[in-house]
């Protein structure tokens, strides 16, 4: 069974950073696209940053130049830098890992941004 362990969420005032992690076995992180995405209440989960296995990165808009997706493979990781933060970045926040036509997720982090 394929896990993906997150942690780092928390609740964090506007204008503060935070550090997303998520660890999970070599055998699937060495060939997974590692993402974060999240939701916020009431609304559909959405694409944060992706990180392929060459490092190659993409970000929704919204979080461009505040953020920052990056992978350390001796650690099979995957870290969401977060900084800036406003009160619309309040979500939960999944990590995700995709093999080919596979997906696998996380439990989820909430992040909460007071203003």
Same mark, same amino acid.
């Given at each position: 069974?394929? +896990?993906?362990?997150?942690?780092?969420?928390?609740?964090?005032?506007?204008?503060?950073?935070? %550090?997303?992690?998520?660890?999970? !076995?070599?055998?699937?992180?060495?060939?997974?696209?590692?993402?974060?995405? %999240?939701?916020?209440?009431?609304? +559909? %989960?959405?694409?944060?940053? $992706?990180?392929?296995?060459?490092?190659? $990165?993409?970000?929704? @808009?919204?979080?461009?130049?505040?953020?920052?997706?990056? %992978?350390?493979?001796?650690?099979?990781?995957?870290?969401?830098?977060?900084? !800036?933060?406003?009160?619309? @970045?309040?979500?939960?926040?999944?990590?995700?890992?995709?093999?080919?036509? !596979? @997906?696998?997720?996380?439990?989820?982090? +909430?992040?909460?941004? !007071?203003?």
């Amino acid at each position: 069974q394929v +896990q993906l362990v997150e942690s780092g969420g928390g609740l964090v005032q506007a204008g503060g950073s935070l %550090r997303l992690s998520c660890a999970t !076995s070599a055998n699937i992180f060495s060939l997974a696209t590692m993402g974060w995405y %999240r939701q916020a209440p009431g609304k +559909q %989960r959405e694409l944060v940053a $992706t990180i392929t296995t060459g490092s190659i $990165t993409n970000y929704v @808009d919204s979080v461009k130049g505040r953020f920052t997706i990056s %992978r350390l493979n001796a650690r099979n990781a995957v870290y969401l830098e977060m900084n !800036s933060l406003k009160p619309e @970045d309040t979500a939960v926040y999944y990590c995700k890992a995709s093999i080919g036509a !596979s @997906d696998y997720w996380g439990q989820g982090t +909430q992040v909460t941004v !007071s203003s």
